[in-house]
Nanobody, 125 residues
């Protein structure tokens, strides 16, 4: 079992930055690929970023490449999402997720077994 708790969301002006954190419980955090997803009102949950268990491979959706950075600290059982140059279209609830074997389907929510409760990110124009 893995429990995930996100933090770091808030209200920021366009062009600003936020750093999201997701702390995991359990002893097997380092075995999981970790993803960040987001869901805006009236929209489906969408993939944002993924980092493999070892931390050496990362993936991003095109709209956040060059602005967002995913990282992890396995000793602290924490995954981060540094978000820079935020835009109003980044407004959403952000979720972290843990997947044992997402494989090439890392963009698909159903490939992740555990989810956090989400943290709201609001970007004003």
């Amino acid at each position: 079992q893995v429990q995930l708790v996100e933090s770091g969301g808030g209200l920021v002006q366009a062009g600003g930055s936020l750093r999201l954190s997701c702390v995991a419980s359990g002893r097997t955090f380092s075995m999981y690929s970790m993803g960040w997803f987001r869901q805006a009102p009236g929209k489906e949950r969408e993939f944002v970023a993924c980092i493999r268990s070892s931390g050496d491979i990362t993936y991003y959706t095109n709209s956040v490449k060059g602005r967002f950075t995913i990282s992890r600290d396995n000793a602290k059982k924490t995954v981060f999402l540094q978000m820079n140059s935020l835009q109003p279209e980044d407004t959403a609830v952000y979720y972290c997720a843990a997947g044992r074997y997402p494989g090439s389907d890392y963009r698909q929510p159903h490939r992740y077994e555990y989810w956090g409760q989400g943290t709201q990110v609001t970007v004003s124009s």
